[in-house]
Every structure is written in C-alpha cells, then in structure tokens.
T-cell receptor, first 112, second 118 residues
Framework: GQNIDQPTEMTATEGAIVQINCTYQ??????LFWYQQHAGEAPTFLSY????GLEEKGRFSSFLSRSKGYSYLLLKELQMKDSASYLC?????????????FGTGTKLQVIP | DAGVIQSPRHEVTEMGQEVTLRCKPI?????LFWYRQTMMRGLELLIY????????DSGMPEDRFSAKMPNASFSTLKIQPSEPRDSAVYFC????????????????FGEGSWLTVV
C-alpha cells in the first residue's frame, strides 16, 4: 500500500530557505519524485532520488533516506514565483510495472 | 514535441449526464495515467495503462467510471451517470520506460480537464 505524509501549508520569506518534509510507506519502493504545481496548472517535474543522500539542482535540492522512509525538498533563495504546491511522490514497482502515488502536497506561500 | 493533450479543458454538466474526457499521450510513451485532483483528497491515481493494456484500476471510485485506451495515441475516461461529487480536475499523464526496469521515469502531465457537475 501507499502512505504519504507532508505538511499541508508552509509560509516563508523571500530570500530565505525552506525545507518541506515527506514521510512515506510504499510497497516495492524504487525512488521518490518531487513535483511543483502552481495554482491552476499541471504538476511539473522537479527531482528524482533513488539513492540515499542529497541531490542538488540549482536553488532546489532533494534528500532521501530509504531506511527511514523520509525525504525533503530544500528551496534556497526563495523567490515569489516559488509560491506553489510541492508534491512528494514515491515510486513503487510491482509485477513489472511502475506506479507513482502522489501526496496531498504542501502549499508554500512566499511573502515579501 | 507536443506534450500530453487533454480535452475538454473545462466542462460544466448536469447531474446524470455522461461525461467523456479525452487524452492524447506524448508520442512514443508506453504508460498512460489518469489522475483526479480535489482539495480534500489531493492527486489520486484512478487507473493506468501500459502499452494500451489496463494494469491497475483499483483507484477507480466506482462502476460509474470507466477508461479505455483503444490505441497508443488515445485514451478516454468516461463517467456515466455523473454526480456533483465527481467535480474535480482530471489529469492525464504519460511516461516512457527506459533503462533498468523503468525506474524513475518522469511522468508528464497534461493541462487537466476541469469538470463541474451541477
């Protein structure tokens, strides 16, 4: 089965750093995606982690601990355009097929 | 390259009517997903296909919902009869399996079909 937990909402100040946590329990776990979704738009890919550790990509970094069922997304030098929902999505693999399940998302508001 | 294309973008219908949502995946992709998004439940996986074959429909809420994929470039999600609680954004998405058993293949979403049932 799938069980994903992330905060519902967060607020942070422009220029600051924010960390969005996600815990999960996923059958046949392979790796974990983070997606960004602006209001009224489709989700778009941010990152994918399969190995433990931190993956850095510009202002965004994503961390994974497979043994703890834990991930976080780190956003640095926040900009107003970073106001969006961030979706944690663990990937399971069962019977030869990929299955990605999304959390309810964390709505981030960046304030001046 | 064109992304995932969905139609209609917006639909308002009366309770009891049939609703058909359409999707054209990215050319060459072999997975197709239908998701539903609401404020209360977030993004839920309804059903997904691999090479046009339904793999897992355990997320389909009830018999009023059905999905088909007659060929690699087209899929439909049908609701009959529709109810107000079906009001949501319905996303179609696709991905391509590459490499080691398809691990970590990015899912690309369409713009969504915004459904309102009154």
């Amino acid at each position: 089965g799938q069980n994903i937990d992330q905060p519902t909402e967060m607020t942070a100040t422009e220029g600051a750093i924010v960390q969005i946590n996600c815990t999960y329990q996923t059958s046949g776990f392979n790796g974990l995606f983070w997606y960004q979704q602006h209001a009224g738009e489709a989700p778009t890919f941010l990152s994918y982690n399969v190995l433990d550790g931190l993956e850095e990509k510009g202002r965004f970094s994503s961390f994974l601990s497979r043994s703890k069922g834990y991930s976080y997304l780190l956003l640095k030098e926040l900009q107003m355009k970073d106001s969006a929902s961030y979706l944690c999505a663990p990937e399971g693999y069962s019977g030869g097929y990929q299955k990605v399940t999304f959390g309810t998302g964390t709505k981030l508001q960046v304030i001046p | 390259d064109a992304g995932v294309i969905q139609s209609p973008r917006h639909e308002v219908t009366e309770m009891g009517q049939e609703v058909t949502l359409r999707c054209k995946p990215i050319s060459g992709h072999d997975y197709l997903f239908w998701y539903r998004q609401t404020m209360m439940r977030g993004l839920e996986l309804l059903i997904y296909f691999n090479n046009n074959v339904p793999i897992d429909d355990s997320g389909m809420p009830e018999d009023r919902f059905s999905a088909k994929m007659p060929n690699a470039s087209f899929s439909t999600l049908k609701i009959q009869p529709s109810e107000p609680r079906d009001s949501a954004v319905y996303f179609c998405a696709s991905s391509l399996i590459l490499g080691d058993e398809g691990i970590g293949n990015t899912i690309y979403f369409g713009e969504g079909s915004w459904l309102t049932v009154v």
